[in-house]
T-cell receptor, first 112, second 113 residues
Framework: DGGITQSPKYLFRKEGQNVTLSCEQN?????MYWYRQDPGQGLRLIYY???????QKGDIAEGYSVSREKKESFPLTVTSAQKNPTAFYLC???????????FGPGTRLTVT | GESVGLHLPTLSVQEGDNSIINCAYS??????FIWYKQESGKGPQFIID?????DKRQGQRVTVLLNKTVKHLSLQIAATQPGDSAVYFC????????????FGTGTRLKVLA
């Protein structure tokens, strides 16, 4: 079964703790993306990576970090510097030079 | 997720009727557009896309119309079914050398039995 997996589906953390969200794809896609989704707003791009060992900041990268050590994996760390981390986080991937992005099922992070 | 649908405009349609969902996009330079469907608690699913050199594209039970003059995109769903109930949003790609998008906030479609 090919696709994108995100784990866990729900995640709860205390304020001040860093937390890492997992994203794995077995589609052999070159590019991967992290988005944040909040009520009443469109998806906003946090980070993206077009190739292994390289990534770029998106529109709202502050308080987040990523790594891309393997083609199939693009974990996102939400650091304690992120002021409002509670949100639904979506990972996506695409072939190089392709417009079409495939999304994972998402992780709902709640920080209290 | 569940709370993503709060505060969204809602379109209620009788089962079997046609649905039309609208989207105003922001940049006249945008050259590619996608419609996504998002069910509660799940990730968005690709429905249909259209390039800026087209006015209309049809898929299975769905049609996308593009009006570049007024920067407007619409999604038409024929013979709406209960399984079509979801949040629908559009995405526009602005040519920038990267595949980055601006995403709309979405419309919730409710199909009434």
């Amino acid at each position: 079964d090919g696709g994108i997996t995100q784990s866990p589906k729900y995640l709860f953390r205390k304020e001040g703790q860093n937390v890492t969200l997992s994203c794995e794809q077995n589609l052999n896609h070159d590019a991967m993306y992290w988005y944040r989704q909040d009520p009443g707003q469109g998806l906003r791009l946090i980070y993206y990576s077009q190739i292994v060992n390289d990534f770029q900041k998106g529109d709202i990268a502050e308080g987040y970090s990523v790594s891309r050590e393997k083609k199939e994996s693009f974990p996102l760390t939400v650091t304690s510097a992120q002021k409002n981390p509670t949100a639904f986080y979506l990972c996506a991937s695409s072939l190089a030079d392709s417009y079409e992005q495939y999304f994972g099922p998402g992780t709902r992070l709640t920080v209290t | 997720g569940e709370s993503v649908g709060l505060h969204l405009p809602t379109l209620s349609v009788q089962e079997g009727d046609n649905s039309i969902i609208n989207c105003a996009y922001s940049n006249s330079a945008s050259d590619y557009f996608i419609w996504y469907k998002q069910e509660s608690g799940k990730g968005p699913q690709f429905i249909i896309d259209i390039r800026s050199n087209m006015d209309k594209r049809q898929g299975q039970r769905v049609t996308v119309l593009l009006n570049k003059t007024v920067k407007h995109l619409s999604l038409q769903i024929a013979a709406t079914q209960p399984g079509d109930s979801a949040v629908y949003f559009c995405a526009e790609n602005i040519p920038s050398g990267t595949y980055k998008y601006i995403f709309g906030t979405g419309t919730r479609l409710k199909v009434l039995a």
